[in-house]
T-cell receptor, first 117, second 109 residues
Framework: NAGVTQTPKFQVLKTGQSMTLQCAQDMNHNSMYWYRQDPGMGLRLIYYSASEGTTDKGEVPNGYNVSRLNKREFSLRLESAAPSQTSVYFC????????????????FGPGTRLTVL | TQLLEQSPQFLSIQEGENLTVYCNSSSVFSSLQWYRQEPGEGPVLLVTVVTGGEVKKLKRLTFQFGDARKDSSLHITAAQPGDTGLYLCAGVRFGKIIFGKGTRLHILP
């Protein structure tokens, strides 16, 4: 089992360029998430998908779009990158996002380090 | 508003010492998780606590959930260099998960 995989690992963009971050999980999880991690800010939720076919905004959704392509894959798109989007992006998955107890336990990918010049 | 406050933000101690890090909130959580993140990697789940007052042990790490389910602590006994990393707590509230900003721990050999 590969767990959660993310591509690319590193990316440098110029302001205004677009790109898509890819994420896939092989654990048959229902819920998937996109976070950004910035120094001093912790992990902040961008978007999540509680189940296949649904997506919802998190704490910091502006400037991003997502697609839950199927149960395995959840992509994050930056339509017009800005320097404020320089960050480390993590994808995560969990069995379910709507219950307490063990179901929200997050399994994270290795991250994508994005720099916007 | 930061719902989960972690303290201290940074901690550097000698190998063999004991330490405690805290995760505090004024809100009640249905469960609380602790993760460790090493440089260049994603966070990895260490433990989930669900019941108020619950104590879980993972080798030299002891996790406690407060009686009122508003706070948690992580105690490490005889810290080792391999314990170095960023420790994140995360509370589950109304089906959603909220992360604290983390405690960066450095164990000196």
């Amino acid at each position: 089992n590969a767990g959660v995989t993310q591509t690319p690992k590193f990316q440098v963009l110029k302001t205004g360029q677009s790109m898509t971050l890819q994420c896939a999980q092989d654990m048959n999880h229902n819920s998937m998430y996109w976070y950004r991690q910035d120094p001093g800010m912790g992990l902040r939720l961008i978007y999540y998908s509680a189940s296949e076919g649904t997506t919802d905004k998190g704490e910091v959704p502006n400037g991003y779009n997502v697609s839950r392509l199927n149960k395995r894959e959840f992509s994050l798109r930056l339509e017009s990158a800005a320097p404020s989007q320089t960050s480390v992006y993590f994808c995560a998955s969990s069995v379910s996002g709507t219950s307490g107890g063990p179901y929200n336990e997050q399994f994270f990918g290795p991250g994508t380090r994005l720099t916007v010049l | 508003t930061q719902l989960l406050e972690q303290s201290p933000q940074f901690l550097s101690i000698q190998e063999g010492e004991n330490l405690t890090v805290y995760c505090n909130s004024s809100s009640v959580f249905s469960s609380l998780q602790w993760y460790r993140q090493e440089p260049g990697e994603g966070p990895v789940l260490l433990v989930t606590v669900v019941t108020g007052g619950e104590v879980k042990k993972l080798k030299r790490l002891t996790f406690q959930f407060g009686d009122a389910r508003k706070d948690s602590s992580l105690h490490i006994t005889a810290a080792q260099p391999g314990d170095t990393g960023l420790y994140l707590c995360a509370g589950v509230r109304f089906g959603k998960i909220i992360f604290g900003k983390g405690t960066r721990l450095h164990i000196l050999p």
